[in-house]
């Protein structure tokens, strides 16, 4: 009975699909963007980096699926010597975090 029903479910969803081609619909199977929220941490190797210009230097790269945060943090790390928090958003597809870290180094 179950192959049966299985025939019949088969046949039956080959003529929708036929349907629908005849009729022009188009099978929707687009599935949603995966974007992915970074909080990057810049540490400097001297104590005296201006950070705000390397902020500004970093928010220079442009690529296709990455969006940039508007501001940035500086948090203390040790000794006087202070770190640059920032964040991005990258489409997952399209921008590997490889690429990001590669560019900022």
Not at 87 to 102: A, G, K, R, Y
Request: hydrophobic share 40%; net charge neutral.
């Amino acid at each position: 009975a179950t192959k049966a029903r299985q025939a019949r479910m088969e046949a039956a969803r080959k003529l929708k699909e036929e349907k629908d081609a005849r009729e022009g619909k188009v099978k929707k199977t687009e599935k949603a963007v995966e974007k992915s929220l970074l909080v990057l941490d810049v540490k400097p190797w001297e104590a005296d980096t201006d950070l705000e210009m390397v902020w500004h230097k970093i928010k220079e790269y442009k690529q296709e699926g990455l969006t940039w945060g508007e501001t940035f943090k500086l948090e203390p790390v040790a000794y006087g010597i202070k770190k640059l928090v920032m964040t991005c958003t990258i489409v997952d597809s399209l921008v590997l975090m490889d690429d990001i870290t590669e560019n900022i180094e």
